[in-house]
């Protein structure tokens, strides 16, 4: 299987190609923006079920690593993948995100909303272009 984001047209077909079980994984992050055509997506950040990490963590190729915010995470090439998503204080399972997800094509992403709250609340220049991007994308 390959892994890395230049082997395939998109991040997304990328992450097709780890043929995740549906349900058990959700984009956060960015990756709803390649989704809807705003824009390419750099990295894709993945919040997984226990089995599915386990399941990465047993494999070849993918590194443990820590995230700034001190929480564990898988990685390999364009993808980094975690147990949970932590969103400033608080720690939210992926039971809990896919309720709120946005589904494109059968796989769930945080929604524009969500997407829109935190690059708010973060505001690096990063976030200020996307934020731009995504009201262009509302306004039409």
């Known amino acids: 299987m390959l892994y890395h984001y230049g082997m395939y047209k998109s991040s997304l077909e990328s992450l097709i190609a780890l043929d995740l079980p549906s349900k058990q994984f959700m984009v956060m992050g960015s990756g709803i923006l390649e989704a809807l055509g705003i ?12 089995d599915v990490y386990g399941e990465l963590a047993g494999e070849q190729g993918w590194t443990q ?19 949970s998503w932590y969103d400033e204080s608080e720690v939210i399972s992926l039971d809990q995100l896919i309720k ?3 589904w494109v094509n059968g796989i769930a992403f945080n929604s524009l909303q969500k997407l829109i709250l935190y690059k708010s ?9 996307d934020l731009r991007l995504i009201n262009q994308y509302l306004d039409s």
Do not use: C, M, P
Request: hydrophobic letters at 35%; zero cysteines; proline letters at 0%.
């Open 39 to 50: 824009r390419n997506a750099e990295d894709i950040d993945l919040v997984v079920s226990d």
């Open 65 to 83: 690593e820590t995230a700034s915010n001190g929480s564990a995470r898988l990685a390999r090439g364009i993808f980094q993948v975690y147990d």
């Open 100 to 102: 709120d997800a946005q």
């Open 121 to 129: 609340r973060r505001g690096q220049a990063k976030d200020l272009v």
